[in-house]
């Protein structure tokens, strides 16, 4: 016997037991969920939540399953702003760069595929597959211009543009980024088709981000670390096995910021739990680098 639960075009399937002699295998949860589902039950989105996060204490579904069905359920909540790459981030090749220029920052960031845009990010020309630059890294002098012809067409969507109507359309027209603009027409970010995926199955690393992330935080000394200041609070915690206060930022940066109150100065430092955050370099609206002291615990602790 075979479930089959469909949400936003993603389908999910929860298997049962046609065998009369294992009656058994199929829990009173189980066939709850199975009844209430082909009744047209539950009614709304929370009952249902709650019929799945009971099949998932029951053993019916596992725990990466329960959350790919939320993770199903989150894309139809958020809008691209929510989850895009913003300008700041956005690593793009300019039109009037050489080849080695552009080979060079791909193979310092990456990428598979990049903006390439002429004067500033808000002109974008097109995008640029990093695997088209290799039958002609030999022109190496040779600029991005001259060879516009391998530039795709860029697709533009709005901020306020739905995640899940993104996916369908990643989906359909079968391409993997979209420069994201604002209601002024202004270039605010961007977002591919992994950065939906995750909201679903989790984070996705290829080997050259795993390495790259490890960059992130750098060990300096027995209990001192320098950090980026965009590193994300999920990879700070996870490094150091600890938690921080549960505030709206994304980034270590940003909970420093929080903590001080304002945009700090080189050498303002704050302590937050274990950790005292010294500011490195930064600038009048951005923390770019921070020094990490691990303090020990206090014998109150």
Do not use: W
């Amino acid at each position: 016997m075979a479930l089959i639960f469909s949400h936003c075009g993603v389908s999910l399937i929860f298997m049962g037991s046609d065998n009369p002699a294992t009656p058994s295998f199929l829990s009173k949860a189980r066939e709850r969920l199975m009844r209430s589902i082909f009744r047209g039950q539950p009614s709304n989105e929370k009952e249902l939540a709650k019929v799945i996060e009971q099949a998932s204490q029951d053993d019916i579904i596992n725990e990466d399953t329960e959350d790919m069905i939320r993770g199903v359920f989150a894309i139809t909540k958020r809008r691209i702003t929510d989850i895009m790459i913003p300008r700041s981030q956005i690593v793009a090749i300019d039109m009037d760069c050489t080849i080695a220029a552009a080979i060079k920052t791909i193979s310092e960031s990456g990428h598979s595929r990049y903006p390439v845009s002429l004067e500033d990010k808000d002109h974008i020309q097109g995008i640029l597959m990093a695997k088209d630059l290799l039958p002609i890294a030999s022109e190496s002098d040779k600029r991005i211009a001259d060879y516009q012809h391998l530039l795709r067409k860029p697709v533009v969507v709005p901020e306020s543009k739905r995640v899940d109507a993104m996916l369908k359309d990643f989906q359909k027209n079968r391409f993997h980024m979209a420069i994201v603009i604002d209601e002024y027409g202004g270039v605010c970010g961007l977002v591919t088709i992994e950065d939906i995926l995750e909201l679903i199955v989790g984070e996705i690393n290829d080997e050259y981000e795993q390495e790259e992330s490890s960059k992130d935080i750098v060990k300096t000394g027995e209990n001192t670390y320098t950090v980026d200041g965009s590193t994300s609070i999920e990879d700070f915690t996870q490094y150091f096995h600890t938690q921080l206060p549960s505030i709206d930022v994304d980034t270590i940066a940003g909970l420093v910021i929080h903590s001080l109150g304002h945009i700090p100065h080189k050498d303002e430092s704050t302590t937050i739990n274990e950790f005292t955050f010294k500011v490195l370099s930064s600038n009048h609206h951005q923390v770019h680098q921070l020094l990490v002291t691990v303090n020990p615990p206090t014998a109150e602790s």
